[in-house]
């Protein structure tokens, strides 16, 4: 998994030759967006809320002026002192993991929301010392999976430690920037799914490259290629936020991999999407290299008018505010572009096709979008591995 990070690191920092355009609109790859901090949000932090004593941005590290000036407020570190090193914790903000957990003792018997509240007041004391707090989910099966992996009893505080901080959680680290814990809960969670789906995507990758140099190489180049249909996605999505679903498995019976991200464009600049943007391009990367099956479904801004071409042809509206309409006048569907992913190898779906996929999305328990209109889906970037061959690499 640390290689699949050290590729997708290694991609965006292309980009740091590329044009100032282009340079915008990958970055949101790594979840940062000009004048923004990392981790994919603005400087208020991960869950929008305005971090006190600096405005730290979520994903910075620790010892910049807002940290220090705040160390000393509370009597921190002297000037000139080292950064200590971050704080990691796990904490259980789903019900039923805790009740799953507090078998092994770990809550000292505290309720959940009692444990939550005391959680909050550590969160915030360690901030205000200006320490910075990475975060992840306490899940009550992965925890005892790894307990049981690495011989660990679940009981022993060390375990928990050793969870928290563990190095091959997928993704760079989710920073704490003094949120109050109402607000952070529901993005910590999000965050937590799109690092599962990464975890899955990435092993399936691993699997398809193989982890010698020449995998790497082949590794490089299929994420090199997802990045830009990534790009063209976008591009050819046009203003407002629309909806990228991902689904896709091996060609013999693997285990299928989905992934969804919202992509959203305002005044021609991509903003960022964060982890969801990097699950859904690793997924793909493992669907190209797997030499694998599935649809890739472009859902348009239901706010946002179309045009004759199918693009949106509306470039004043901010995103997620819809245009004012005359009443009773009747706003164009919202189109659905697909595109069929077969031998490794994306192509553009017919309208029909793309009608079809969403009605076996249905069958799949899925809703089925209302008053869509379905749409063949455009041309993307090739791809041509380095071994030249068609299906997997490797």
Do not use: I, N
């Amino acid at each position: 998994m640390a290689a699949v990070r050290k590729s997708v690191r290694e991609v965006l920092g292309a980009a740091a030759g590329w044009s100032p355009r282009e340079r915008r609109r990958v970055l949101v790859l790594g979840g940062r967006r000009p004048g923004g901090g990392a981790g994919g949000a603005s400087t208020g932090g991960p869950g929008g809320a305005v971090p006190p004593g600096g405005g730290r941005p979520p994903g910075a590290r620790a010892g910049g002026d807002g940290a220090r000036a705040a160390g000393r407020g509370s009597g921190g570190r002297a000037r000139g002192a080292p950064p200590p090193h971050p704080v990691a914790l796990a904490l259980a903000v789903d019900a039923g993991d805790f009740a799953g957990l507090a078998q092994y003792g770990l809550f000292g018997g505290l309720g959940h929301q009692a444990y939550l509240r005391r959680a909050e007041e550590h969160l915030t004391a360690l901030h205000r010392q200006g320490l910075e707090v990475h975060l992840r989910v306490l899940e009550a099966g992965d925890f005892e999976d790894y307990c049981a992996a690495l011989g660990l009893d679940p009981r022993a505080p060390a375990a928990r430690v050793a969870y928290a901080g563990d190095p091959e959680l997928a993704g760079e680290p989710f920073v704490y920037a003094g949120e109050r814990l109402a607000e952070l809960v529901p993005v910590l969670l999000d965050d937590h799914r799109a690092r599962v789906r990464m975890s899955v995507a990435c092993a399936a990758l691993l699997g398809a490259v193989g982890d010698d140099p020449a995998g790497q190489f082949r590794m490089a180049a299929v994420m090199r290629y997802v990045t830009s249909v990534y790009l063209a996605l976008a591009e050819g999505a046009g203003e407002g936020c629309h909806l990228l679903t991902l689904r896709c498995h091996g060609p013999e019976d693997g285990e299928e991999l989905t992934s969804a991200v919202d992509v959203c464009v305002e005044e021609g600049l991509l903003y960022p999407a964060g982890r969801d943007a990097e699950a859904f391009c690793v997924t793909l990367a493992a669907g190209v290299a797997l030499g694998g099956e599935g649809a890739l479904l472009l859902h348009g801004d239901p706010s946002v008018g179309v045009g004759a071409d199918g693009r949106s042809d509306d470039r004043s509206s901010p995103v997620g505010r819809p245009p004012a309409s005359p009443a009773g006048e009747t706003r164009p569907r919202p189109p659905v572009r697909g595109w069929a992913l077969t031998g490794g190898r994306l192509r553009p779906m017919t309208a029909h096709e793309v009608f079809d996929e969403l009605a076996d999305d249905a069958a799949r328990g899925l809703p089925f979008p209302p008053g869509v209109d379905p749409r063949p889906g455009f041309p993307l970037p090739g791809f041509r591995d380095p071994g030249e061959g068609g299906g997997p690499l490797g």
